[in-house]
């Protein structure tokens, strides 16, 4: 319920809280009629400066000071009174970006309060420029923002965004931290090199253009997802083998003369094992090649076909080529693949002929 002061009460003809009276209209449908308290609201709305004559009991309202946050960008806060402006719950459901003048007015030690300061990073990032100079120099502090909101380090103290270690450490936890340290470092390798994740394409143009030529940036930015345009580069074995190193769905995007080539998509399995999946058909049922590559990698028979993975007399070459690759076996077969049985692989030759005497003694 609102209540006015004097003064306010005639302009607004009537005192808030009168009753509505709704009239029936013909046929049982309810007509509308005037909402004192939203005509109120509505005024506060159209002119926030309403609220600095109005009684300290109106401005300790949250609905009444909330009214004019919109058209003031939130500097209608101003006039709350005090409790108001320690309210965490009622500071945080108003705040915005389009309401951000709202943390001009409210008690500055909220602004020093670590847990508050997080949750207005993780509402906007552009809310951190609000926050006590004393969190903005601190490392640790800043570590967990990075944590929240990569982009709010943008209000961060100047004198760290020139710290390259610290650079490098906000850089661990989010590539678009390239965003906020100082430009200088846009053209150092080890930093944009560390700077390169799966968000490369948001921090891409930042790059000086020497490092975005650089073989070594172009590999791994290749890795998180960046499209390769060098038509040299879409040619160069050693160049797309480093990428599929780090991202073995690349394998799909090698032009058809390399991927006919059996040398080159036998390097790329070894590389990375999981690049098989990427690999035509052909080379997925041939043994031979599955085979070739366990020698070098025993991890690549973790990505062979199911039904090989349960063909006890392939795992049983597999482990002979590379003893290794018995750590990838099930631990159901691998007793079976020790011996070359399995009770679910009919027998042959003299091993059948054993077997099925073994039976008729049994049943007899």
Not at 309 to 338: D, M, Q, W
Request: contains cysteine; hydrophobic residues 40%.
């Amino acid at each position: 319920m609102l209540f006015l002061s004097k003064d306010h009460e005639e302009k607004l003809m009537q005192p808030v809280g009168v009753k509505v009276e709704v009239k029936e209209e013909p046929g049982g449908v309810a007509g509308s009629a005037w909402n004192q308290e939203d005509a109120f609201l509505s005024m506060i709305e159209d002119n926030p400066d309403l609220l600095q004559d109005m009684s300290l009991q109106l401005r300790g309202d949250p609905n009444v000071i909330a009214a004019g946050f919109n058209h003031s960008r939130g500097e209608a806060m101003q006039y709350a009174d005090d409790r108001l402006k320690r309210d965490q719950d009622f500071i945080l459901e108003n705040v915005s970006y389009w309401t951000q003048m709202i943390l001009k007015h409210i008690d500055k030690a909220l602004l020093r309060d670590r847990d508050f300061v997080l949750k207005l990073v993780a509402k906007s990032h552009y809310l951190f420029n609000y926050a006590a100079p004393s969190l903005k120099k601190d490392e640790t502090f800043l570590l967990e923002v990075c944590r929240v909101s990569p982009l709010a380090l943008t209000y961060m103290d100047s004198k760290l965004k020139k710290k390259k270690s610290f650079a490098l450490q906000l850089l661990e936890i989010s590539g678009l931290a390239l965003g906020a340290i100082d430009e200088m470092y846009y053209s150092d390798k080890e930093v944009v090199l560390a700077a390169i994740d799966e968000k490369v394409l948001q921090i891409w143009f930042r790059i000086s253009k020497d490092l975005q030529k650089d073989r070594d940036v172009l590999i791994k930015a290749t890795q998180f997802g960046r499209a390769v345009y060098s038509p040299k580069l879409r040619k160069d074995p050693a160049f797309l083998i480093e990428v599929i190193r780090g991202n073995a769905a690349f394998l799909k995007q090698v032009q058809k003369p390399l991927l006919e080539d059996r040398s080159f998509v036998l390097r790329a399995v070894i590389v990375n094992h999981e690049a098989l999946k990427a690999a035509p058909l052909k080379y997925k049922r041939d043994q031979r090649f599955l085979l070739d590559a366990i020698s070098e990698n025993a991890r690549v028979l973790q990505s062979v076909p199911i039904s090989l993975r349960k063909n006890v007399e392939f795992l049983t070459r597999a482990v002979e080529t590379n003893p290794e690759a018995k750590t990838y076996i099930p631990a159901k077969l691998r007793p079976s693949v020790v011996t070359g049985t399995s009770s679910s692989t009919p027998p042959t030759g003299k091993r059948k002929v054993e077997r099925a005497a073994g039976s008729r003694k049994r049943h007899r």
